[in-house]
C-alpha cells in the first residue's frame, strides 16, 4: 500500500447532524395524537367531581384526585419525556419513541378509566344502601 492510500483510510467524515424539520413534523403529529387521551383526562378532573356531587351527594374528599391528576399528567409527562430523549436522534426514532409513549399513554388512560369507574360503582352501591 501507497502512503496516500493509507491516510485516506484513517480519517472518516465527520458524522451529519440529522436535519430539525422532520424532528419538528413528527413531534406535531405525535403531539396531535397526544392530545385525545390529555383531553379525556381533562374533562374528567373537570367534569368527574362535579357528577358525583349532583348525581350521589359526595364531597370532594371521596373523589379520586390521584387517579384525575395522574389522568391529566400521564400524557403531557410521556409526551415530553419522549421528545426530550429523542431529540438529537433521527425522525423515525423519534417515532418509534412517541409511538410507544403513546400506546403506554393509553393503556394507563384505559386503567385509570377502569379504577374510575371502580370508585363510581362503589359511590353507587353507597348511596343506594344509605351508607
Partial sequence: MSDETKGTDETEAPARKPSIIPRVV??????ALYTYPFWIALGNFINLPLY???????????????LLVAGVALPV???????????????????LVLTTGFAVVNALALTI???????????????????
Fill in 26 to 31: 413528527v413531534a406535531i403529529a405525535a403531539g
Fill in 77 to 95: 409527562v410521556i409526551f415530553a419525556g419522549s421528545v426530550i430523549m429523542t431529540w438529537r436522534r433521527g425522525a423515525g426514532s423519534m417515532a
Fill in 52 to 66: 358525583y356531587l349532583d348525581q350521589f351527594g359526595v364531597t370532594s374528599d371521596k373523589v379520586p384526585w390521584a
Fill in 113 to 131: 378509566l377502569a379504577f374510575e369507574k371502580e370508585t363510581e360503582l362503589r359511590l353507587v352501591i353507597d348511596f343506594l344502601t344509605g351508607a
